[in-house]
């Protein structure tokens, strides 16, 4: 214990990182104790205390973490950075960091999806911003510049190169390589050397022209970044819970666009039956056509008087075919009637005698 406390005086205290380590401090211990007390929220456990809801208003906690950020960034600025107040200030800093990093996702998307896929983001996030306050922390501050001694400029050279080559492993689409490079400088450059993901915007970039390259990125990706993204999705599962399948809250336009869907579906699906009960009931008009055909038309010899008996009443027949062909199409749900005569059952009406056809001879 001796020699801890030795080692915390002579690496933290003497070296002015008391702040920062605090800072450090807040922030792994807000995030731990806020994902501890959701996952037990989510599990409904009746002894730990639920969301707080004042008046029906669920207020999350990334608004206590603006709240720890302004208090320590204005109490710091207040103080000029005097001791003892700019280790407390950076403690407040820090728990504002944690707990506003961990919505994120929240914040990123303008929609609560802590739950779903996209809040792992906030995970990268929260490790992103732990693993940097870490390098400076083991580094000198700020990136070995001690007052009161001489700057080391071999070693900013070289936090400057690893810093970069993090960067460069980010864009290639290794996370947990960039991340965790930012910490030991040799994973980093390892990773700024080898091929990028396919779906990362450094191959979007350099490899669009180079089908070979891409085409070895493919098949790395298939044969080795699953299985680590497999180890990535379960030790995330471990540290802030697995994502719902289906998201609670869908964001607004998902919400229209399935209201949509749906208004949609059930409109084809009444057209389909009224469809179908249009041609139920055409066909039902031509059976009963050809039945009355076939009862009318009983001999060939006699044809010219059934078809006068046929034209003088074959107007008031023909009126209540339709009739009661439109009533099944309203029955139906039709909003127009379109009339189905037999072929040579019903004679063509004729014309008034004072309606007339003028039609103009196109002289060439």
Same mark, same amino acid.
């Not at 005097?82 to 728990?95: E, K, N, S, Y």
């Given at each position: ?253 998902? /919400?229209? =666009?399935? !209201?949509?869907? $749906?208004? @949609?579906? #059930?409109?084809?699906?009444?057209? +389909? *039956?009224? %469809?179908? &009960?249009?041609?139920?009931? /055409?066909? =039902?008009? !031509?059976?009963? $056509?050809? @039945?009355? #055909?076939?009862?009318?038309?009983? +001999? *060939?010899? %006699?044809? &010219? ?60």
């Amino acid at each position: 214990m001796t020699t801890l406390l030795d080692s915390y005086r002579e690496h933290i205290v003497a070296a002015h990182k008391q702040p920062l380590f605090l800072l450090l401090v807040g922030f792994i211990t807000s995030f731990v104790f806020i994902r501890f007390s959701v996952r037990m929220i989510r599990a409904q456990v009746r002894w730990w205390p639920g969301n707080v809801t004042p008046g029906g208003l669920h207020i999350h906690h990334m608004v206590f973490g603006l709240g720890f950020l302004l208090v320590g960034g204005i109490g710091v600025f207040a103080t000029y950075g005097g001791h003892p107040w700019i280790d407390v200030f950076g403690l407040l800093f820090g728990i504002g960091c944690g707990l506003v990093l961990d919505e994120f996702a929240l914040i990123l998307h303008l929609d609560d999806v802590y739950w779903g896929e996209q809040g792992r983001k906030s995970v990268d996030a929260v490790i992103f911003g732990i693993l940097f306050t870490a390098l400076l922390l083991v580094g000198y501050v700020p990136l070995g510049v001690v007052p009161g001694q001489e700057t080391r400029w071999g070693l900013i050279t070289v936090i400057s190169v690893n810093a970069l080559a993090s960067v460069i492993t980010l864009i290639k689409g290794k996370m947990w390589t960039g991340l965790l490079g930012i910490m030991v400088p040799g994973l980093s450059w390892i990773g700024a050397i080898r091929l990028a993901r396919p779906s990362s915007p450094w191959a979007r970039w350099r490899y669009a022209t180079r089908p070979r390259r891409r085409a070895r990125a493919l098949r790395r990706e298939r044969l080795l970044h699953r299985r680590a993204d497999r180890a990535r999705t379960w030790l995330f599962d471990l540290i802030a819970g697995a994502p719902d399948k289906v998201p609670a809250n869908h964001p607004a336009a998902h /919400r229209v =666009a399935e !209201r949509m869907a $749906a208004r @949609a579906t #059930a409109h084809l699906d009444a057209h +389909a *039956a009224r %469809a179908l &009960a249009r041609r139920s009931a /055409r066909l =039902a008009d !031509r059976r009963s $056509a050809a @039945a009355h #055909a076939r009862g009318t038309g009983t +001999a *060939a010899a %006699a044809g &010219a008087h059934e078809g006068q008996a046929y034209g003088a009443s074959g107007s008031g027949g023909g009126r209540g075919r339709r009739a009661q062909q439109r009533r099944r199409t309203v029955r139906a749900g039709r909003n127009r009637t379109y009339a189905v005569r037999p072929t040579g059952l019903e004679p063509r009406p004729e014309r008034h005698s004072f309606l007339r056809t003028h039609t103009r001879r196109i002289r060439r």
